[in-house]
């Protein structure tokens, strides 16, 4: 039976990547996007929802199908505070993730982050580390937590810190350091996701970034 997919995070350099995998995949025969501002992309397939996401009252019973993707995320320079980055980071995905469950949603694929922990003295990587705790007890069947290291690819806005961060990490892993969080295309990581949604594998699972080269060869 085909299923039907629901994605937020669509105009991100992931999330993009993956709604385009999932039209052209014929296991899913819709995919719904919610979003703040169009993504462009066009399809008989694909169903695109405006929505505040401060109001989950209105798309709430949107909400439905069989695989949530969410790849929802910015930068602290873009959202502009702490705060602002940890309504979109956290609270939408997290608000977004309980509808899901709570309207029967049975899997559910989730962008983190290496190094993710609720003990981190970083703050992303403690917001991560939250989001990653509080939707693990949510009711799905199969939950997948990839975790992939910086992320290059086509942006639409450029990032100069993680043009920065590239270099430096490629030229240290060149000497064997810091292979934990080695670059990783935004291609590759919406092949990970896209994998694990199909394969579904019941239980939690954190999929951390040698896994997800792996699972996106899959």
């Known amino acids: 039976?085909?299923?039907?997919a629901l994605v937020i995070g669509a105009?991100?350099?992931v999330g993009n990547e993956l709604?385009?995998?999932l039209l052209a995949d014929e296991r899913f025969e819709k995919v719904l996007v919610f979003v703040r501002r169009p993504t462009g992309l066009s399809a008989s397939n694909l169903e695109e929802y405006?929505?505040?996401?401060?109001d989950p009252a209105s798309w709430s019973h949107l909400v439905k199908g069989d695989v949530l993707f969410s790849s929802m995320?910015?930068?602290?320079s873009q959202a502009g505070s702490k705060d602002a980055q940890y309504k979109i980071d956290y609270t939408y995905q997290y608000n977004f993730a309980s509808t899901g469950a709570a309207n029967g949603i049975p899997t559910y694929v989730l962008i983190s982050s290496a190094g993710a922990s609720?003990?981190?003295k970083l703050f992303y990587s403690r917001m991560k580390g939250e989001l990653e705790r509080d939707v693990q007890p949510l009711n799905f069947s199969s939950i997948h937590l990839i975790q992939p290291s910086l992320l290059v690819g086509d942006r639409d806005k450029s990032r100069l810190g993680e043009k920065a961060g590239f270099w430096v990490l490629t030229a240290l892993n060149t000497l064997g350091l810091f292979k934990k969080y080695r670059p990783i295309t935004g291609s590759t990581v919406a092949w990970a996701m896209l994998n694990a949604g199909v394969n579904a594998d019941p239980g939690s699972h954190t999929v951390a970034l040698a896994d997800v080269f792996a699972l996106a060869g899959g």
């Not at 039976?1 to 039907?4: D, G, Q, S, V």
């Not at 995320?73 to 602290?76: M, V």
């Open 118 to 120: 609720t003990d981190s």
């Open 1 to 4: 039976m085909k299923k039907i």
């Open 50 to 54: 405006l929505v505040n996401f401060n």
């Open 19 to 21: 709604v385009k995998l």
């Open 73 to 76: 995320g910015t930068t602290l």
């Open 11 to 13: 105009t991100g350099l």
